[in-house]
RNA sequence: GGGCCGGUAGAUUAGUGGCAGAUCACCUGCCUUGCACGCAGGGGGUCGUGGGUUCAAGUCCCACCCGGUCCA
C-alpha cells in the first residue's frame, strides 16, 4: 500500500512556503523550501556535502547533542523516559531493542496498556545485526549500535495528543532553530513505512545527502495483506542521534564524531595509520552513494575515488582496508560493552548467541589488525568512554571483563581443536589423491565444528589440498537447516464445544488460604465442570494445577487437573454423569498437595533473588517448573555453578526463609510496577494486560506472577538444593526441593549414607577414607591379577605345549581348563601361538564354556583361519562362535564338554585336508 | 526452538563386532654436563553412564550425562 498525496499534504508545508517535487532521480515525491531544487537531496541522487561543511550553526558531540534532543522535547510538553535495556526482554518476537518503538510493542501500541506517558521522548541504544557486513565500509552509515533519538506521541479517539502537523514543525524547529540548519537545505521524502505487522506514511528528513530522521505516522495494521486501523494512531519518530553529531562535526567519517578519543586510542594501539583525510573524506562520499553495499559496489566506489583522486586502486584499498576494519572493531566493541553490561550471557541460543557472534566476528577483525590487546581491554575502553553517559555499563564492568575473556578463550580453544581437526581430515588418501577438499567436509567444518571456510582454507592449502569456497557457501548452510522447521505443537482448545461462559471469578487469588468454598455450576460434561468462581488454581507460570474434589448432594467427585483459558477456569474431573446446571457444588483442594506447591513457588523466587546476589546481575530466570517432589530452576549464567557458589546461595535463601519476610501479591498497573522494580519483574516471560500481579518477597525479588504462594517466607520452613547441571551453554539449571520434601530428601540422602556404612562395616564418618582406601585396593588387585595372569599364561601354556600334537606342519594345541575364564585364556593362547608360530591353540574353559583359538602367523600362512574353526568347533559342541584368521572366540554349553575330543577331531580333519590340498 | 559433531591413558588422538594401540608428557636406567630430536625399559585405561542385541560391544541399537558447533 502507498498512501495518496493528500496524506503528506500538511498545513505545515503550505503555511510555511514548501514546495512538492518529485526527484529527477529516484522519483520519490519530496517537500522543501527551495524551489529550484530537482532532487531529493538523499544519497545516492545527491552526494554528501556536509563533510567539513557541516550546515549547523556550531557542533555537537553525542552528549551535547543527545541532551539537545531531549530537553527540546521536555520543553515542550513531553516527558523523558529513561533507555530500555538493548536486550528485548519483554518481547517473544525479538531478541534485541531495534528501534525505539519496540520499547512500546506490543502492549502500548496495541492500545492494551497506556504508555508510561504521553507524549514522551528518549534516547534509546537499539541494535541491528542485520547490516553487520557493511558497518566500516559506508563512513559510518551503517552502524551495529545506535541511539535512536524519538518523540512518540499515542493518541486514540479520546485522547488526540499531536499527529503530522506538530511531529513535522517540531522537527522542523529544532533543526533549523536549535540546530540552525538553514530550512531551505531540509527536505522531506513521502515514504511508506512497515515494520512488525504495522504500517503507515512516513516522512524522511534529509540534510546534505545524509538521511536524519523518520517520521513514521503508524496508523494501520497489517493482517493477510490487508490493512485495518489500529486503535491508536502512533507518532513513531526516529532521530539518528550519531547522524545528527556527525553532521554538526563534519568529521571524514561519522566515527571520528562518535568516538572521538577513543578513536585515537585504537589508532594508536592498533598502529594503523590514518588514510589522508582527503582520501577518507572522498571514501565516505562515495560509499554514501552506493545503493546495495556488496563486494562489487564497493570495487566501484573504490575505482570512482582512486580516479578522482589520480591513485592507484590497489593502494586506495590497501590504505583504507585496514581503517574500515579498525572502524568496525570500534562499532563492534561498543556493542559488545551494551550487550554484555545489560547481562546477556553469550551461549548457543537466542540472543546469548548473537553475543557470541560478535565476539567471534570482532575477535577475528582484531587478528586482522594485530591488536594483540585484549577484547575484554577495548571493551572496558569503552565503557569508561560511555560511562558518564551509561553509568550502568561500569557497575557491570567486572562481568563485561570477565565473560569477554571467558568467550575469548573459548573461541581460541575452538579454532586451535578445529585446526588440528583439518590437518587430520586432509591426512585422508581420498582427499590427499584428489588434492581438494570435498565441499561437504567444508560445510560440515563450519556447521559442526564452527571453522569458518577461510580459516580451513588458510590451514590446508599450505599442505597441498586447495579448498574451493563457493560464493553461494552461507545458503548452502541455511538450506542444510531449512529442511526441518519448526514443529511447534498447537495447543488444545479446552474450551472447545463450550457455549459462552462469563470469566470465572478466581477467589484464589484473593484468598489463597480457602481450602473450601460452594460455587454454582454453570456448566458439565462427562470430563469437565465449570463454575462461576473457585478455588482451584489452573496450570500456569510452570505451577502445576491443584487437584481434589467436587461434592455434590454427598457424592465426591475427584478434580484430576485444573486448566485456564480466556479466563474461565476449567475443572477436569473423573468420568460422571454430568452435573445439572445452576446445582451448588462444594470444591475442597488437596491441602498437602497446594502446600508443597506454593513452598516451591515461593522458593523459586528466593532462590533467584539469591542466585542474582551470589553470581551477578546477568542472572535471569530461563524457566522454571514446580511439582510437588520437586523443583527446578533454569538461571542464565555463563559457566558452571561451582559447588560453593551453589552452598553460598541455599545458605542465603535459608536465612531469607529464616527471616519469615511478607510475601505479597497483588495486582498493580503495568507503568507503575515497571517504574518500581524495572524489567526484572518480566522473569517468568512475556505477560499481557495493563495490570499485571506482583509477587514481591519483601526487599529481596519482585516478580510478574500468577501463582500462588506462601503469604511468608518462614512458610516454606527449609530450601535445599539437590543438584545443579547446564542444560545449555549460558542455561544453569538448579533443582531443589522445600518444606517436607527437603526433610524427606534429607532422609534418603542419610538412609543412603547409611546403607554405605553398614556394607562397608565403617562408621558413616569413616566412610570416605574406607571408600578411598576400597578403591586404591581394587586398583592395585587389578593389576596384581593381570600380572599374575601373565605368570599362569607361561605356565599353563608350557604345560599344554608339551601335550601338543603334531600335524603336518602345524602344532595343535588344545585343553580344557579349570578355575579360568575367557580372560585368562586369551593370554594363554596368545603365548601359545607367540612361542611356535605354526601352533593352534584350542583351550576352552570348565567355568564358563568359553572358548578361545589362535593360530600362529605360520599356521594362518598356510591356510589355516582361527575365526572358522572356531565356527567349526563351536557348532559341533552345540555352541557358537567366530572370528578373525588369527583370533576366534565363542561360548559352549557346559554339559557337552565331553565331547571335546570329538570335536577336536573334526578340527584335526580340517588341519589334514588342508595339507592334503597343498600337497596336491 | 530446530539441527549437526564429538566423549578411548595427564594432553592430543588411532581403532573393520574378535588380544585396547600411537605420539607427547611422566618414571627408571644408560649415554651425553642440559637447551623442543640420544638409547633402553617401565608405570598409567570403569573406552562418558545405564540398558539392549550378540557366543563376543570401545565398535551396532536405545535412553541419559557431558562438551562443542550452526541456524531461527
Given at each position: 500500500m502507498i498512501a495518496g498525496p493528500e496524506a503528506y499534504r500538511l498545513k505545515f508545508f503550505l503555511d510555511n512556503g514548501f514546495t512538492r517535487k518529485q526527484c529527477k532521480m529516484c522519483k520519490r515525491n519530496f517537500w522543501t523550501l527551495d524551489p529550484e531544487r530537482e532532487l531529493c537531496g538523499d544519497s545516492p541522487c545527491v552526494p554528501y556535502s556536509f563533510i567539513n561543511n557541516p550546515p549547523t550553526k556550531r557542533s555537537f558531540n553525542i552528549k551535547e547533542m543527545r541532551e539537545a534532543f531531549l530537553s527540546f522535547f521536555e520543553k515542550r510538553g513531553h516527558t523523558r523516559v529513561r533507555r530500555y535495556p538493548v536486550v528485548a526482554r519483554w518481547r517473544d518476537d525479538i531478541f534485541l531493542t531495534i528501534a525505539s518503538i519496540a520499547c512500546f510493542q506490543p502492549h502500548v501500541t496495541s492500545g492494551e496498556v497506556p504508555p508510561p506517558f504521553n507524549p514522551l521522548t528518549i534516547s534509546q541504544p537499539c541494535i541491528r545485526m542485520n547490516d553487520l557486513d557493511n558497518v566500516g565500509k559506508t563512513g559510518g552509515r551503517h552502524l551495529t549500535i545506535f541511539e535512536m533519538m524519538a518523540h512518540h506521541a499515542f493518541s486514540s479517539k479520546e485522547n488526540e495528543v499531536y499527529w503530522k502537523e506538530d511531529t513535522v514543525s517540531y522537527h522542523h524547529e529544532f533543526l533549523t532553530k536549535d540546530l540552525g540548519i538553514p530550512g531551505d537545505e531540509i527536505a522531506y521524502i513521502e515514504h511508506w513505512w512497515e515494520g512488525g505487522g504495522d504500517a503507515g506514511p512516513d516522512l524522511e528528513g534529509?540534510?546534505?545527502?545524509?538521511?536524519?530522521?523518520?517520521?513514521?505516522?503508524?496508523?494501520?495494521?497489517?493482517?493477510?495483506?490487508?490493512?485495518?486501523?489500529?486503535?491508536?494512531?502512533?507518532?513513531?519518530?526516529?532521530?539518528?542521534?550519531?547522524?545528527?553529531?556527525?553532521?554538526?562535526?563534519?568529521?571524514?567519517?561519522?566515527?571520528?564524531?562518535?568516538?572521538?578519543?577513543?578513536?585515537?586510542?585504537?589508532?594508536?594501539?592498533?598502529?594503523?595509520e590514518r588514510p589522508d583525510p582527503k582520501v577518507l573524506a572522498e571514501a565516505t562520499k562515495f560509499a554514501g552513494m552506493m545503493n546495495i553495499v556488496d563486494e562489487g559496489s564497493i570495487r566501484a566506489a573504490r575505482e570512482r575515488v582512486a580516479s578522482t583522486l589520480g591513485m592507484d586502486?590497489?593502494?586506495?584499498?590497501?590504505?583504507?582496508?585496514?581503517?574500515?576494519?579498525?572502524?568496525?572493531?570500534?562499532?563492534?566493541?561498543?556493542?559488545?560493552?551494551?550487550?554484555?553490561?545489560?547481562?546477556?550471557?553469550?551461549?548457543?541460543?537466542?540472543?546469548?548467541?548473537?553475543?557470541?557472534?560478535?565476539?567471534?566476528?570482532?575477535?577475528?577483525?582484531?587478528?586482522?589488525?594485530?591488536?594483540?590487546?585484549?577484547?575484554?581491554?577495548?571493551?572496558?575502553?569503552?565503557?569508561?568512554?560511555?560511562?558518564?553517559?551509561?553509568?550502568?555499563?561500569?557497575?557491570?564492568?567486572?562481568?563485561?571483563?570477565?565473560?569477554?575473556?571467558?568467550?575469548?578463550?573459548?573461541?581460541?580453544?575452538?579454532?586451535?581443536?578445529?585446526?588440528?581437526?583439518?590437518?587430520?581430515?586432509?591426512?585422508?588418501?581420498?582427499?590427499?589423491?584428489?588434492g581438494a577438499l570435498p565441499l561437504n567436509q567444508l560445510i560440515q567444518l563450519y556447521d559442526s565444528h564452527g571453522l569458518p571456510p577461510e580459516i580451513v582454507k588458510a590451514v590446508s592449502e599450505p599442505h597441498g589440498i586447495k579448498v574451493d569456497i563457493p560464493d553461494t557457501f552461507d545458503t548452502m548452510v541455511a538450506e542444510l537447516h531449512s529442511s526441518s522447521q519448526s514443529s511447534k505443537k498447537e495447543d488444545e482448545d479446552i474450551l472447545q464445544d463450550l457455549p459462552p461462559l462469563p470469566q470465572t471469578e478466581l477467589v484464589y487469588y484473593y484468598e489463597p488460604k480457602t481450602k473450601r468454598l460452594k460455587a454454582k455450576v454453570l456448566y458439565s460434561d462427562r470430563t469437565r465442570v465449570i463454575l462461576d468462581r473457585t478455588i482451584f488454581y489452573p496450570e500456569g507460570g510452570g505451577q502445576l494445577s491443584d487437584t481434589g474434589s467436587l461434592t455434590v448432594d454427598g457424592r465426591q467427585i475427584r478434580v484430576i487437573n485444573v486448566q485456564k483459558s480466556r479466563g474461565i477456569v476449567v475443572h477436569f474431573v473423573e468420568e460422571i454423569a454430568p452435573i445439572k446446571e445452576g446445582t451448588y457444588v462444594e470444591c475442597l483442594v488437596d491441602w498437602e498437595r497446594r502446600v508443597a506447591l506454593m513452598r516451591h513457588h515461593s522458593s523459586t523466587h528466593i532462590l533467584l533473588g539469591a542466585a542474582r546476589r551470589v553470581l551477578g546481575e546477568h542472572v535471569w530466570q530461563e524457566g522454571a517448573q514446580k511439582s510437588v517432589e520437586k523443583s527446578r530452576l533454569d538461571i542464565s549464567h555463563?559457566?558452571?555453578?561451582?559447588?560453593?557458589?551453589?552452598?553460598?546461595?541455599?545458605?542465603?535463601?535459608?536465612?531469607?526463609?529464616?527471616?519469615?519476610?511478607?510475601?505479597?501479591?497483588?495486582?498493580?498497573?503495568?507503568?507503575k510496577a515497571e517504574q518500581r522494580f524495572g524489567m526484572r519483574l518480566y522473569q517468568g516471560g512475556v505477560v499481557q494486560g495493563p495490570t499485571i500481579r506482583v509477587v514481591e518477597v519483601e526487599d529481596w525479588d519482585a516478580e510478574a506472577c500468577g501463582g500462588i504462594h506462601c503469604s511468608n517466607t518462614g512458610e516454606i520452613g527449609l530450601i535445599k538444593i539437590i543438584r545443579s547441571e547446564r542444560i545449555q551453554d549460558g542455561v544453569e539449571r538448579i533443582?531443589?526441593?522445600?518444606?517436607?520434601?527437603?526433610?524427606?530428601?534429607?532422609?534418603?540422602?542419610e538412609l543412603t549414607l547409611q546403607e554405605i556404612?553398614?556394607?562397608?562395616?565403617?562408621?558413616?564418618?569413616?566412610?570416605?577414607?574406607?571408600?578411598?582406601?576400597?578403591?586404591?585396593?581394587?586398583?592395585?588387585?587389578?593389576?596384581?591379577?593381570?600380572?599374575?595372569?601373565?605368570?599362569?599364561?607361561?605356565?599353563?601354556?608350557?604345560?599344554?605345549?608339551?601335550?601338543?600334537?603334531?600335524?603336518?606342519?602345524?602344532?595343535?594345541?588344545?585343553?580344557?581348563?579349570?578355575?579360568?575364564?575367557?580372560?585368562?585364556?586369551?593370554?594363554?593362547?596368545?603365548?601359545?601361538?607367540?612361542?611356535?608360530?605354526?601352533?593352534?591353540?584350542?583351550?576352552?574353559?570348565?567355568?564358563?564354556?568359553?572358548?578361545?583359538?589362535?593360530?600362529?602367523?605360520?599356521?594362518?600362512?598356510?591356510?589355516?583361519?582361527?575365526?572358522?574353526?572356531?565356527?567349526?568347533?563351536?557348532?559341533?559342541?552345540?555352541?557358537?562362535?567366530?572370528?578373525?584368521?588369527?583370533?576366534?572366540?565363542?561360548?559352549?554349553?557346559?554339559?557337552?564338554?565331553?565331547?571335546?575330543?570329538?570335536?577336536?577331531?573334526?578340527?584335526?580333519?580340517?588341519?589334514?585336508?588342508?595339507?592334503?590340498?597343498?600337497?596336491?
Open positions: 534529509i540534510v546534505r545527502g545524509l538521511e536524519l530522521s523518520t517520521l513514521v505516522f503508524m496508523q494501520y495494521r497489517k493482517i493477510n495483506g490487508a490493512y485495518r486501523e489500529l486503535p491508536l494512531r502512533i507518532v513513531d519518530t526516529g532521530y539518528g542521534l550519531e547522524r545528527f553529531a556527525w553532521i554538526s562535526q563534519g568529521t571524514p567519517t561519522a566515527f571520528e564524531t562518535i568516538y572521538g578519543r577513543l578513536f585515537e586510542d585504537l589508532l594508536k594501539i592498533s598502529g594503523i586502486p590497489a593502494s586506495l584499498d590497501s590504505q583504507l582496508k585496514p581503517f574500515e576494519i579498525l572502524m568496525a572493531i570500534l562499532d563492534h566493541t561498543k556493542t559488545l560493552a551494551f550487550m554484555l553490561g545489560d547481562g546477556i550471557v553469550p551461549s548457543n541460543v537466542q540472543a546469548g548467541y548473537l553475543a557470541r557472534l560478535m565476539i567471534r566476528r570482532v575477535k577475528r577483525m582484531m587478528d586482522y589488525a594485530q591488536i594483540s590487546k585484549p577484547l575484554s581491554e577495548l571493551l572496558a575502553m569503552q565503557v569508561s568512554y560511555w560511562g558518564d553517559q551509561f553509568p550502568e555499563l561500569i557497575e557491570n564492568l567486572d562481568y563485561i571483563v570477565r565473560v569477554a575473556d571467558l568467550e575469548v578463550a573459548r573461541y581460541t580453544k575452538t579454532i586451535d581443536q578445529g585446526k588440528s581437526l583439518i590437518l587430520r581430515i586432509i591426512k585422508d588418501p581420498e582427499i590427499k589423491r584428489r555463563f559457566e558452571k555453578i561451582s559447588p560453593s557458589q551453589l552452598r553460598e546461595i541455599e545458605v542465603l535463601a535459608n536465612k531469607v526463609v529464616q527471616e519469615c519476610r511478607p510475601i505479597r501479591a497483588y495486582f498493580e498497573d503495568r507503568n533443582e531443589f526441593v522445600s518444606g517436607e520434601q527437603a526433610i524427606r530428601f534429607i532422609h534418603s540422602q556404612s553398614r556394607i562397608l562395616n565403617t562408621p558413616a564418618e569413616r566412610v570416605e577414607k574406607a571408600t578411598a582406601k576400597l578403591m586404591e585396593e581394587f586398583s592395585t588387585s587389578k593389576r596384581q591379577i593381570e600380572r599374575l595372569r601373565k605368570i599362569l599364561a607361561q605356565r599353563v601354556s608350557t604345560e599344554l605345549s608339551l601335550r601338543s600334537e603334531k600335524i603336518g606342519g602345524i602344532t595343535l594345541v588344545k585343553g580344557t581348563l579349570e578355575d579360568l575364564s575367557n580372560e585368562d585364556l586369551i593370554p594363554i593362547a596368545s603365548q601359545i601361538v607367540e612361542r611356535d608360530h605354526n601352533a593352534l591353540a584350542i583351550l576352552v574353559s570348565k567355568v564358563d564354556g568359553s572358548v578361545v583359538c589362535m593360530a600362529g602367523e605360520g599356521a594362518t600362512g598356510r591356510g589355516l583361519n582361527a575365526g572358522k574353526i572356531t565356527e567349526v568347533f563351536t557348532r559341533s559342541m552345540g555352541g557358537r562362535g567366530g572370528g578373525k584368521s588369527d583370533v576366534g572366540q565363542g561360548r559352549v554349553p557346559l554339559e557337552t564338554l565331553d565331547r571335546f575330543e570329538q570335536s577336536i577331531q573334526s578340527i584335526k580333519n580340517i588341519i589334514e585336508g588342508l595339507n592334503k590340498n597343498k600337497s596336491q
